[in-house]
């Protein structure tokens, strides 16, 4: 492993109480690196196996609705989803507009693609704006996290998510109205 990578890992660990790294450690999904340099934190921290083991027990007994207490209630979600949708409608009217009155868009119309540009930009970007809140999510007092690290959502994710809610538009709304609350984006 690098030295970067590895002092990434160490500056990320650090941070994180022992419960948070142990529950990291128990999920199973670390790759080979990460796992070292966890197990070197939790041994920094003096947590010994007996422990370990007891905080994991004390984890896994979590019920399923404790762990879902950070998801913002699916009414502020939709609101806020569609406080952005109307804003992004607006932008692109506003920029078909302004691209009509051009006098060289009179001859070529691709610049309406513009529109569609500003319209899907404002979208996949949305989630990854400071503190993971565009206006509706701030409106509304709540933010886009990531599932595993409770870390704001990071551009890459914020394509990710937007982009499968456009491509599987209905299908993801009924996966947050479901038991899990959570849609297909949030897994990224």
Sequence with gaps: MSDGMTHHFQQLYASMDKEELIDL??????????????????????VTAIQRVAIETELKATSYEEQLKHLAPIGSRI?????????????????????????????????LLLMSISFFGYLLFADCMPGGQIFGKKWNEIAVVDKKTHAHCTCTQSIGRNFLLAMFGIIDIALVLGHQGHRIGDHL
């Design 79 to 111: 609101i806020a989803r569609l406080i952005d949708l109307g804003i992004c409608l607006a932008i692109a009217v506003l920029v078909g507009f302004i691209v009509l009155k051009l006098p060289v868009a009179a001859n070529h119309p691709e610049w």
């Design 25 to 46: 450690q128990r999920r199973g999904t670390l790759r080979p690196e990460a796992e070292v340099v966890l197990s070197s934190e939790l041994d920094k921290l003096c």
